[in-house]
């Protein structure tokens, strides 16, 4: 009985501090509020957001969200609608986990974030699925690549470690890339670019090395396999390079070896 009404006190406060909240916060000014709150526990971060809302029950609606580094232009990860909200069951149990999804880049995000502390320290675990991600619509990837990077992302990605510094933590991702264009910085085999229908891979992260088994990569003019290691950077751009694989060329009838050096915003291939 004196379960029952611990419950029935806990939902009952819950739902009353989302009202104050509706209240105090109307949507005119929450956007701002969240954008400051984000601004002092993060003064390189800029976040823009154009409207929010409260989302019943224990939820949190925002519109055109904008999310970079102050003075760094490109940067930007851009969001339409970002949905987030309370799991009530696992925080009746004392967990605290946030439920999110958002629609960004033509695709849609889906995401469970746990955290032990609240977040406060940073600790977190991430479950996270993503479909019809429009590459070619992000600037940020192309900033980091180097090249125009084109196509279709999906997959799902498991990751446990701090936010603040991703590189050191845990996880690993499958993904597929389909009708992508990747450009390369040079002329290969005749080809200004990498033109494939279907890209799938699977990736592994651990001490700040991604092992990266068996990337396929099947189109009409070429086909190629990928693995290897690489080396991250806390300058993502500047990660190592350690891949190889063999590429298939159907109009030259050669199947030959690849290996990748170099960094990620500065790769060195060579075939033999």
């Known amino acids: 009985m004196k379960s029952k009404k611990w419950l029935g006190y806990t939902v009952y406060g819950i739902l009353v501090t989302v009202l104050f909240l509706y209240v105090l916060f109307p949507s005119h000014r929450m956007a701002g509020y969240i954008e400051s709150v984000v601004l002092e526990r993060n003064p390189k971060v800029d976040l823009s957001i154009r409207s929010a809302d409260i989302a019943f029950p224990l939820g949190l609606s925002c519109e055109r969200v904008v999310l970079g580094l102050k003075g760094e232009p490109g940067s930007e990860i851009k969001a339409d609608r970002v949905k987030g909200k309370l799991s009530l069951l696992r925080l009746l149990k004392g967990d605290f986990s946030i439920l999110l999804t958002a629609e960004a880049y033509g695709g849609t995000v889906d995401a469970r974030l746990d955290s032990p502390d609240r977040f406060s320290s940073g600790t ?149």
């Open 124 to 272: 977190i675990t991430a479950d996270m699925t993503f479909e019809g991600i429009e590459l070619g619509e992000c600037t940020l990837l192309k900033d980091i690549a180097g090249r125009d990077i084109e196509g279709r992302l999906g997959g799902t990605l498991l990751y446990e470690g701090n936010w603040h510094d991703i590189i050191n933590g845990e996880g690993n991702t499958r993904f597929s890339l389909n009708e992508g264009t990747i450009g390369l910085q040079k002329d290969m085999f005749g080809f200004e670019a990498l033109i494939f229908e279907k890209a799938e891979g699977k990736m592994i992260l651990k001490n700040r090395i991604v092992a990266l088994d068996s990337l396929k990569v099947e189109g009409k003019e070429m086909t190629s396999s990928l693995s290897g290691r690489i080396f991250l950077n806390r300058n993502f751009a500047k990660s190592r390079l350690s891949l190889k694989g063999n590429v298939d060329i159907e109009a030259l009838g050669k199947n030959l070896s690849l290996n990748v050096r170099g960094t990620i915003s500065k790769p060195l291939s060579s075939v033999r």
